[in-house]
């Protein structure tokens, strides 16, 4: 290694490490089963939790981090003790527990004393492990003052994307074991830097961006998947890549100081960034090979591309951008215009996120036990065609599974879907 490189390393890692303190703040009581630990921190952090059996933990490790002050916490049923230590940059919380719970995935949230870093713990007395759900990030392109490709029938991309992010949104909002957090709900301006760091903030465990774009030639047309790479795999996937740029230099600019720095943190870990690329290549196959099985959606390429997508940058999280098509096409526009064609995208994605966790599982989730169905709830005015649509299955499979015999379905009743 040359010099320069060497100081430029010590540069960032110094610059990683001061000023990230983690202090405890408070457990707060949610309701009877439910309670909320939270602790400080003085800027948003690269975190990793998981779960123990033997004893029954929880473990929060907060890099590049240090302790402001000791932290032993005891507490009552059915945390038994808060603890904390710090050592050569790692801070690793530990939370003792009397039995089995259902936790969610550590948020950080950006307050005016600094980042709230966020544990709910749910008490369950079915648990025969800690459990959590696993969750999605699903950033819906554009947005705001931003609109993206606009198709010859005047229809927006940030619209378009936003409502196959909701469709999607919906089907794992409903799906017990799957959490989707939405990196914009409504018609929002959000910038590059902020759409992963939100993904990063909601502690997401992959991310989905959904785009309808544009191209110069109208005939061009199809669905792709795109991972991150610096070198474009096609004339279209660099285009992609130049109209993104042109914001990119801006948004770094506006990176926060309380913000996650992941151009930094992909030189500190180059290791964990190469599985990610890795992971993200696979997800990326399970959903493109749904998209090629929707006999109403036209694959533009048939393997998944690379392009600089800043969105997709994360050091950890696997992520890939899903090109519904390009409304600059009058058959995608038209597509995309329609319900059914938006539903279509998000179920093929669904779909392939499913396949991805049951081959990828994550331990303490629902994937880990290779379930042959999933667990739907039944929302007020679904019906049995509609579900059968949004999951690639037949009414008769549902009503045969479910023992339905032409029996009425009603809002929370828990239904299985095979897959």
């Known amino acids: 290694m040359n010099k320069n490189k060497f100081l430029y390393l010590c540069l ?8 990230n303190e983690v202090s405890f703040s408070e457990v707060t009581k949610l309701d009877a089963d439910t309670i909320q630990i939270s ?8 975190l990793k939790s998981y779960s123990l059996v033997n004893p029954s933990r929880l473990v929060i490790d907060v890099y590049n981090s240090k302790l402001n002050s000791e932290i032993n916490e005891a507490y009552n049923f059915p945390v ?37 870093l966020n544990l709910v713990i749910s008490k369950d007395k079915k648990l025969k492990k800690n459990t959590r759900d696993i969750v999605i ?44 957090v939405m990196i914009r709900d409504g018609d929002e301006t959000v910038s590059l830097n902020d759409r992963y760091q939100r993904a ?19 005939s061009v047309k199809g669905a792709s ?22 914001r990119i230099q801006a948004d770094i600019k506006n990176l926060k100081t309380e913000d996650f720095n992941e151009d930094q943190a992909r030189v500190l870990y180059p290791e964990i960034y190469i599985k990610k690329i890795q992971q993200s290549e696979a997800l990326g196959i399970k959903i493109l090979d749904q998209l090629k099985s929707d006999p109403f959606t036209k694959i533009h390429k048939k393997n998944v591309e690379y392009a600089d997508f800043r ?23 038209e597509r995309l215009k329609k319900k059914k064609g938006r539903r279509m995208i998000a179920r093929s994605i669904f779909l392939g996120i499913n396949d991805y966790f ?62």
């Open 225 to 246: 998947v795109f991972i991150w790479s610096e070198e474009a795999s096609s004339t279209v996937a660099l285009n992609l890549s130049e109209k993104q740029r042109k």
């Open 39 to 46: 602790f400080l921190l003085e800027k948003v952090s690269y």
């Open 12 to 19: 960032i890692l110094s610059a990683f490490v001061r000023g």
């Open 200 to 218: 990063r903030q909601y502690a997401a465990d992959i991310l989905v961006s959904v785009h309808a774009d544009g191209f110069r030639l109208a």
């Open 358 to 419: 049951i081959e990828n599982p994550i331990e303490g989730t629902f994937a880990e036990d290779n379930p042959s169905h999933l667990n739907y709830e039944i929302q007020k005015g679904d019906v049995l065609s509609e579900i059968a649509i949004r999951f690639g299955v037949t009414v008769e499979s549902i009503s045969k599974t479910n023992n339905l015999d032409n029996k009425s379905i009603y809002p929370g009743q828990i239904i299985k879907i095979e897959i």
């Open 137 to 180: 990030g699903i950033d819906a392109g554009h947005g705001g003052k931003y609109p993206g490709a606009v198709g010859s029938n005047n229809i927006l991309e940030k619209d378009v994307t936003l409502l196959i992010a909701k469709e999607l949104e919906r089907t794992l909002r409903d799906t017990q074991g799957y959490r989707p």
């Open 311 to 333: 969105v997709l940058k994360s050091i950890d999280i696997p992520s890939v951008l899903v090109e519904s098509g390009f409304i600059t096409n009058p058959e995608d526009a």
């Open 80 to 116: 038994r003790k808060i603890s904390a230590t710090s050592e050569e940059g790692l801070t690793r919380i530990v939370i003792d527990l009397y039995e089995f719970v259902r936790w969610e995935k550590p948020v950080q949230i950006k307050t005016d004393k600094g980042i709230l």
